[in-house]
Structures are given as C-alpha cells and as structure tokens.
C-alpha cells in the first residue's frame, strides 16, 4: 500500500496541463503547467521523459526564442543545472553550457539555486533557480509523424498506362496509393526510379489547380494541363502521418470511464490499435485509420502510459507511426 502511495505521488508529478504547442526543426515544442499550475525541476524531467521526449535544452538562440514563445513569457524549467559542480552548468545531456543567455547578475547561486528557468526577468533570459521550487516546463518531442517527404514510394506509371487526369487518380486508389504529391523537381529526378529522363516528359502529380487545369510535374518544375490530356502519371505510397491522440494525459478517478481516440493517415489506410506494455489493449474501438481506446471503471492497475500505433506497409516493409497516452488514477477521499 505505502508502495502504491508513492508510486502515484511520483507519478501525479507527471500530469499537467498541455498550454500551447510549436513546431521546431524536426520536434514539437510543448509548454505544459503541472495540476496545481506547477512542478518542480525533476517533475518536469521526469514529465517529458514520459511524453517521448526531454526538458527543453535551449543550446541555440532560435530555439531559446522559440521556447520563450512557447512558454508564453512565463518563467518556465529549461533542462540545465550545476547540480554535479556548483557553477559549471551543464545541460542534461551532460554536455556544458557554452552559449548563454543569463539574466543581468544570473547565476547567482542565491539560496543555493541549481535548476535553470527561461523568462527570468526579460523575455528568453535565463536564472538559476531552486531545484524544489514549482513552474511550468517545456518538452522538446521528436515529431513521431512520418514526413512523407522521407518516407514514402513512388511508383511510375508510363506508356500505355497514360490517361487522363481522373483516371489516374483512381487509378492510384485502387492500388491503395495516392496520387503522388511532389512540388519539387529535385524530389522527382532523385527519389523517382523510372522517371523519363527526356526534358519533355510530364507526369500527373497532385497539386493546387484551378478549374480546368490538372497538376503536373516535369523536369522544368510543377505546372498544370487539360485535365483530359492522356499523360503518365506517378503515385505513390507514405508511411503513417499525421497521427493525432485526443487527450495526451488524464488523471481519473478510481471508477471512473474515459475515451481517448488515436487517428492517423498513410498510404495504404494504416491499421490504428493500441497497446499498452507492448500487449494489444482488449478494451479498444477498431475504426478505418482510427482506433478508440476504451477505459471503462478504472483502478489503479490500470495507470500507466498507452501506445496507439498506426501501421502500414510502404514498399513492402511495415512503417510504424507512434502516439502516446498517459493515464494516472487518483483514490477518492472523504
Ligand atoms: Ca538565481
């Protein structure tokens, strides 16, 4: 019982409050607020931790911006200290902290302060603050879609196949593809096997139109044409993308019921299922491209973090996309 009591006092660490996102290079920035609108410096860690990710590690002035923005100039943890030498502060990959961005007199070990914060002061300067104290923090998150740009396949259809813009389409869904989506020459003539290598040579590729005019690609860049003209055309599979979770986190009740929703797209359809410890959760919703997770009368076995996972095959080999849910129960008092 005292184990359990501990285990949930750590773990309500965990749950906060999602304020705002940003995208940054190839991750999400996240700024959350504990329950009670704060977390101490390991709660933040421990936090992003659960969420995929780490405590933000400002190294760089755009993304020291980028994190002052997130957190919306409030004073929030950053994932720096000198817990492991007084003064020489070190980010928590261990690496050293070289650039900087200290507020006017900070660091200044006052009380003993150890732990970094942004908007000290000033937007976007820093100060070592006291390891216990409470605020918000901010998660950087490799972004887990899949960036069709990367991850995807693209297969040519030439010659006899040559028709006419719709059919083309269809063509492609019928083979649980898409219409291929390049807008850059360079992605064509590198990523495209079987491509014409004759400057003439225009595909049907999906892009901005208007009315009568079909998108297009060709050695020149993207253009349009007639939307009956008979051309090759290119389609295309990708990878799971753009999966999204309903709720990130919730904290509930013994007894209580909760829905958390995981959709995701890709080419072909990807199957949505979620898991939790690797083992297929019973209780869930199978839709197209989505699945719902169901927790009916929660205890307090059933804490802990759920994966969905969205798969598909893209030329012949499984792509996984991951999301993640991650659920604390609370006892009921009194
Ligand atoms: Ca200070």
Known sequence: MIRTLILLCSLSLAFSALKKTAQFRDSTLKYYIGQQDTTIFAGAILSCHHKGGWLVMPKDKNLNEAVANVAQKNRVWIGGSDIFGEGAFRWNDDTIVEWASWYSSQPDDHHGQDCMVINHGSFGMWDDGGCEGQTGYVCQIPNNKASPQERSKFTVFTGQNATSYFQAKTICQNRRLRLAQIEDVNTLEHRVPGIDDSSFAEYWVSHQQDVDSCGTISHYGISNAGCLQ?????????APYDLSVSDEEATLEI???????????????????WYRNDVYVEHQKRGVAKSTLVLDNVNSEDDGMYVCKATNEVDGERSTTEGYFWLGITIITG
């Open 255 to 273: 007894g209580s019921n909760f829905n958390v929703e995981c959709s995701a797209s890709g080419f072909p359809t990807p199957e949505v299922k």
């Open 230 to 238: 008979a051309l090759p055309f290119i389609c295309e599979q990708v």
